[in-house]
């Protein structure tokens, strides 16, 4: 599961790993945010109750694929670190320990707003959106992340290849 602020990389990299993992033969599913909060978490909104249930879907439907020997790629923002840890017990409960691995995309709130690809910061500072993560709602940095990436030193590419890497078991 990869988490980490609005557009600090998330997508980016999770799409680039699944080409690596389906170039390497792995049939993958991957869970991105926006996709989700689509067909799965459509009626859910961004309060903390949402956002957990929303990460606990994620962790269930993953557990269940990984339970299957399938692996899932998830790309959701996640803040809350507990509800992290109930994804993380949902998944190794099914596939066993060490099946979840946590990737922290730690672009700093600066860069994310900086880059402000969809437009999502200047709205959220203008009041436009409310409960909006890094401005006015929390987010709780990993102590548990398997990985960390800094995407200012390490391009997209460089980091999909280092959770490949670790995915594999090239640590
Ligand atoms: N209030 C608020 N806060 C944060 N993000 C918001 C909000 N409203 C809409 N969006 C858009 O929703 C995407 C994040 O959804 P997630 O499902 O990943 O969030 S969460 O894990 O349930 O917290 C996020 O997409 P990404 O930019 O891809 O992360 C935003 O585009
Ligand atoms: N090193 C990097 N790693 C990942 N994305 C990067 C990097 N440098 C710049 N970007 C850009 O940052 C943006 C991240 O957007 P996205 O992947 O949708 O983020 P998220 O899914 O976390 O919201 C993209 O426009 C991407 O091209």
Known sequence: MFTGLSGAGKSTIAGRLVELLQEAGRTV?????????????????????????NVRRIGWVAAQIAKHGGLAVCAPIAPYAATRADARRLVEEQ?????????????????????????LYARARRGEIAEFTGISDPYEEPTDAELT???RSTSAEESARRVLAHLLGDR
């Open 95 to 119: 596939a066993g320990p060490g099946s979840f691995v946590l990737v922290h995309v730690a672009t700093s709130l600066a860069d994310c707003e900086a880059r402000d690809r969809k437009g």
């Open 29 to 53: 599913t991957l869970l991105d945010g926006d996709e989700v909060r689509t067909h799965l978490s459509a009626e859910l909104g961004f309060s903390k109750a949402g956002r957990d249930a």
């Open 149 to 151: 990436i800094d995407t």
